[in-house]
């Protein structure tokens, strides 16, 4: 039985869900990719999935990366990455959390097996969902190999490409609410009262998909704060290694691929002590509490007047970002499909 995979999602801009799936997918050998015949978003594509997939996917072992596939395809591998939309539901649209509450207690229970990132995804997916522990497998992200320290000319041409300052803490967020953007620009206009003057908090990240996330929030206007949106991959590496430090207080993740990004380019972390980024961080990261503005602010003083904790951050993430490998990755994926009897 042969491999094909629901590329589905590989038809939008490069995020968390679609790296993982190029990543284990270019590392898997030659399997047979299903996509829509031309690009289709929201209802459209969800249609095309339960609709045209199925059939075509017909005589194989069908591998579904990002969360989603149809519920009529028992012989299925999917990756669910977490169950915020059951957990958090406030901060999704209606639509997209109606939606997701209808399909995938269904789904999971259909397919052979289930896979998710950590230990606490694992739990809540079995809570929430119905479905016993023993038939999630936790196979962790890995880190993709622009992600590493890089040299002072990589750093600067980035600077001048974005147009950076010379000095810069990065926040990576979206219009996901669960990144914490507001309370962390708020946290930064406390926090920049006792800290240098030529220090700003960049912003990067996509603020639009309104219809996943419903409307952002107001944003705080705060000095010395710069949003440059999506960044291209080409420079996400050398604007991380760039940093001062890496803040990612998010409220609610199922991993934190961010987190072990800024570790492999030997960036200090800043992150929640919080579902699964206290468990990926490992220790390599200054944990605060994200539901507090006022932590959030400690925090990043506490890491940026103290140089010999940066360091040592940065060193012991350098190390903890050295356990997540997307070759690992892929050979567990490898092992589960032949397990379920797939020719790969």
């Not at 908090?201 to 996330?213: D, E, I, K, M, T």
């Not at 992150?271 to 220790?283: H, R, S, W």
Request: hydrophobic share 50%; charged share 20%.
């Amino acid at each position: 039985m042969k491999i094909a995979v629901n590329a589905r999602v590989t038809q939008f801009a490069m995020g968390g869900q679609q790296r993982v799936a190029a990543e284990i997918a270019s590392r898997l050998g030659p399997m047979t990719e299903l996509v829509p015949d031309r690009p289709l978003g929201g209802m459209k594509a969800h249609a095309w999935e339960q609709v045209v997939l199925p059939v075509r996917a017909r005589g194989h072992l069908l591998w579904s990366p990002s969360a989603t596939g149809p519920v009529s395809k028992a012989r299925q591998v999917v990756t669910l990455h977490d169950v915020a939309f059951l957990d958090v539901p406030e901060f999704f649209s209606r639509a997209f959390t109606a939606f997701y509450k209808a399909l995938l207690p269904v789904l999971v229970r259909r397919v052979d097996r289930v896979v998710t990132v950590s230990a606490f995804s694992r739990a809540r997916i079995a809570a929430t969902l119905g479905i016993d522990e023993s038939r999630i497998d936790i196979i962790p992200n890995g880190v993709s190999r622009h992600f590493r320290p890089h040299a002072p000319h990589e750093i600067a041409a980035t600077h001048a490409a974005l147009d950076l300052p010379a000095r810069y803490l990065l926040l990576q967020a979206t219009s996901d609410r669960r990144k914490n953007l507001a309370a962390t620009l708020r946290a930064w206009a406390i926090a920049q009262a006792a800290l240098p003057d030529d220090i700003t908090l960049v912003v990067s990240g996509n603020l639009g998909r309104a219809h996943v996330f419903g409307d952002v929030e107001a944003l705080p206007d705060v000095p010395r704060t710069r949003l440059i949106g999506y960044v291209a991959e080409a420079h996400m590496g050398p604007l991380m290694a760039g940093a001062e430090a890496f803040l990612f207080p998010s409220l609610y993740e199922g991993f934190g691929l961010p987190i072990v990004e800024a570790m492999a380019c030997n960036t200090p972390v800043l992150t929640a002590a919080a579902t699964a980024t206290d468990e990926i961080a490992g220790g390599a990261a200054l944990l605060v509490d994200p539901a507090s503005d006022a932590a959030i602010a400690e925090g990043i003083v506490a890491l940026m007047r103290d140089e010999g904790l940066r360091t040592r951050l940065a060193a012991d993430g350098l190390r903890r970002a050295r356990d997540f490998s997307w070759d690992v990755a892929a050979e567990q994926y490898r092992t589960l499909f032949r397990t379920l009897g797939a020719d790969i």
